[in-house]
Structures are given as C-alpha cells and as structure tokens.
C-alpha cells in the first residue's frame, strides 16, 4: 500500500516541476521514487521516510551548485549601457540633496545624480559611471581634452 503512497508523492512532485519549471521539487521526486523502491521491497515506514530524507538531500548537495550556475540570471546589455563612459555635458545643476540634474550624454537628455554626492554645475563635462534606474551616475571630469557627445 505504501508504495503507492509514495508513487503518488514522485508523480505529484513531477506535476509541480512541470508547472512551475523553477527546479523546486526536482529532489523530491527523486526522493520519493527511492523511497517507493524502499517500500516496494518490504522496507518499514521508518525505513522509507528515512530513505526519502537522506535521498533527497543527497540529490539536493549534488545538483544544486550546478543548477544554480546553468540557471543564473545573465544582465543583458541594453543601448542605454552603451553611454556608461561616454563624455557628457550637464545641462541642468546636479544637486543630489535637491534631487536635481540633467545631462546631454549619448545623444538623449537625462536625470542625473552626482557619484560622489559633488554639486556639479550647467555645462561641466562629466563621465558617465553607471545607470541605475532611469538616471546616469556621473562623475565630473578635471581633464578639458575628452569630449564624446
């Protein structure tokens, strides 16, 4: 009888990770089909759900480090990466505090906020540092010479 038990605990498991596809239940199904094998050769209760247990964590040490590396979030660069390092020239006063500032940078107009809580004035060259968000973190540059706009 039991073994049935188990046989629909590994199916059910199969049915969630097929839902759901984010590799939740993978150690439980394998779990439960060794312990189904437990119970289909006469092991006691104790036996199977012991079983069960150290199966499951055994396929959860094993697999997991890969899953995670095969599953990990890659950052897609977008167009918008494409300014971070680009010259660009303040066209309103960056002021963190007052949460103020807008730079010409890449050919598009946007907020921005100081990297190192500096003010910057209208028409300092900056370099572009980061995008969080919708705003360009800038830094302002002390060397003239470089102009990308």
């Excluded at 437990?38 to 480090?65: C, H, M, N």
């Excluded at 003010?119 to 302002?140: C, D, Q």
């Amino acid at each position: 009888m039991m073994e049935y038990i188990w046989l629909g605990v590994l199916v059910l498991m199969v049915v969630v990770e097929i839902m759901t596809t984010q590799l939740v239940s993978t150690w439980f199904a394998v779990g439960a089909f060794g312990a189904f094998l437990t119970a289909l050769f006469g092991g006691e209760l104790w036996v199977q759900i012991v079983v069960f247990t150290v199966v499951s964590a055994i396929a959860l040490i094993i697999t997991r480090p890969l899953v995670k590396k095969l599953t990990k979030n890659k950052t897609v660069p977008t167009n918008a990466d494409m300014v971070i390092g680009q010259t660009g020239i303040v066209t309103e006063k960056i002021d963190n505090i007052a949460e103020t500032g807008l730079v010409k940078a890449g050919g598009s107009v946007w907020t921005a906020r100081s990297g190192d809580n500096t003010v910057i004035e209208t028409g300092e060259r900056v370099t572009v540092l980061e995008i969080k968000g919708v705003k360009l973190i800038v830094t302002p540059i002390k060397d003239e010479s470089v102009n990308n706009l």
